[in-house]
């Protein structure tokens, strides 16, 4: 018997209401309509089955993400740290931190840092850490 994916952005008995108001993060987080994304060109169906499997867990997951890269303020994080601080692997650790990004609640410094293996990666920190955006010269009078 198939069984759709639980959607795990679907609002909680304890959670916000129309008529009481939650804006604390994981509030926030509870309330995002993300389900985790399935290849449909993946053999025999096992991506479907794995966003199914960690749509259940996938909330927490970001949040836990997004905690760890907040506590890390300016200095913000690589995935690779992030991993290893969490103890998430990097199959569920990237995916929740892009579901972060395409929130807009974490974003790429810009700055640059090695990975264990020596490569550089990407930092990412919360939007209020990122560098200011550069005014365009000349701009209108």
């Known amino acids: 018997m198939n069984t759709p994916p639980r959607n795990d ?12 108001s939650n804006t604390s993060p994981d509030s926030t987080l509870a309330r995002l309509p993300l389900t985790p994304p399935a290849r449909h060109n993946a053999p ?11 749509a259940v867990h ?3 997951l970001r949040a836990r993400v997004l905690a760890f890269i907040v506590g890390q303020g300016p200095h913000g994080a690589t995935d690779d740290e992030g991993e290893a601080a969490l103890g998430i692997k990097c199959q569920t650790y990237t995916p929740r931190r892009g579901e972060l990004v395409a929130l807009g609640l974490v974003v790429d410094s810009g700055r640059r840092r090695n990975t264990v293996s020596g490569r550089p990666a990407a930092v990412w920190v919360t939007p209020n850490h990122a560098p200011p955006t550069p005014k365009p010269e000349g701009g209108a009078a």
């Not at 952005?9 to 009481?20: H, L, M």
């Open 9 to 20: 952005a679907a609002p909680s008995g304890n959670g916000a209401s129309a008529n009481r």
């Open 44 to 54: 025999a169906g096992t991506s479907g089955v794995a966003a199914d499997r960690i």
């Open 58 to 60: 996938a909330k927490d």
